[in-house]
């Protein structure tokens, strides 16, 4: 659980930095863009072709493609209809995602998993919610789908790792992901994209030189890497980790004004969903 606890501090800026410089005066599709290919070419000149099946190839694909490409473009819509504390309460619903779409793969069913989801799932919103505003729905309803394909890439991803174990170290194919996403990402950016808002100041590119090199490339990485060692109810509860590491990151480094007694029930009742997950019986990761 290392990785994702690393990964959770990493990606703990994200949410803000978006919010606060990027929303509004950066064009969404180009943002993406730029994030994707940047950690396209950290792993593409290290990533092997010759040998690896097909399926797998196709496989990251698709993962990249949900988990980053279409999972990313709706998200920083969703900073068009919605604040940033309300981004961090509408993504509490990963965790059901991730447990019910890896019941499905498995053909189970785990009551144990699906309710300490639950519980970090109250948890998070027991921090975050603080009120909504009046046009919220939009946003909402992006976010859910958001949610959901990032869901459906972290559990692919370690599926498809299990089920077609490979010789070469992990990041020599990771490269494939990344295309995926790019997949999507390109031509959303050459039918959507607003070249008259793309990055004007230096601030705006270094913004997007850190979410794209280390919150994407290093970030995505670990993340994917660190949910094969877990099962899939810790890598459900760890995606709510984000809600209280987001909300510390406002409250020391941006000044926001977030309540601490919430903030402190919270994280308990999600420290606590980890404990509910750990009494469930010893299964295949």
Same mark, same amino acid.
């Given at each position: ?94 965790p059901l995602y991730v447990t019910l779409i890896d019941d499905a793969l498995n053909r189970r069913f785990s009551p144990v998993a699906l309710l300490a989801a639950a519980v970090a799932t109250l948890g998070a919103g027991v921090i ?27 559990v692919g991803y370690k599926h498809l790792m299990q089920a077609f174990p490979l010789v070469l170290a992990p990041w020599r194919t990771f490269g494939h992901f990344f295309i995926g996403a790019l997949i999507i990402a390109l031509p ?19 913004? =997007?030189?850190? $979410?794209?090199? #280390?919150? !994407?490339? &290093?970030?995505?990485? *670990? /993340? ?35 309540? =601490?007694?919430? $903030?402190?029930? #919270?994280? !308990?009742? &999600?420290?606590?969903? *980890? /404990? ?10």
């Amino acid at each position: 659980m290392g990785l994702l606890l690393f990964v959770t501090v990493f990606w703990a800026f994200s949410f803000s930095l978006i919010g606060e410089f990027l929303s509004g005066n950066v064009d969404n599709d180009f943002a993406v863009l730029t994030r994707v290919t940047l950690a396209a070419l950290m792993f593409l000149p290290l990533t092997v072709w010759r040998g690896v099946p097909g399926r797998i190839i196709g496989g990251l694909m698709l993962c990249g493609a949900l988990q980053f490409g279409i999972t990313y473009l709706l998200l920083y819509r969703s900073f068009s209809f919605l604040t940033v504390p309300e981004v961090l309460l509408f993504t509490i619903f990963t965790p059901l995602y991730v447990t019910l779409i890896d019941d499905a793969l498995n053909r189970r069913f785990s009551p144990v998993a699906l309710l300490a989801a639950a519980v970090a799932t109250l948890g998070a919103g027991v921090i975050r919610y603080d009120g909504l505003s009046e046009d919220y729905l939009t946003g909402f309803l992006l976010l859910q789908v958001s949610n959901l394909t990032f869901a459906a890439g972290q559990v692919g991803y370690k599926h498809l790792m299990q089920a077609f174990p490979l010789v070469l170290a992990p990041w020599r194919t990771f490269g494939h992901f990344f295309i995926g996403a790019l997949i999507i990402a390109l031509p959303s950016f050459l039918i959507f994209g607003n070249t008259e808002m793309l990055p004007s100041t230096s601030l705006h590119w270094g913004i =997007l030189a850190w $979410l794209g090199v #280390g919150a !994407s490339g &290093i970030g995505m990485y *670990l /993340w994917n890497r660190g949910g094969c060692q877990v099962d899939a109810g810790t890598l459900g509860i760890m995606n709510n980790a984000l809600v209280p590491a987001g909300l510390l990151v406002n409250l020391a480094i941006w000044g926001q004004d977030e309540p =601490l007694l919430p $903030l402190f029930i #919270g994280g !308990s009742i &999600i420290a606590f969903s *980890l /404990w509910i997950n750990a009494r469930r019986p010893a299964s295949k990761l």
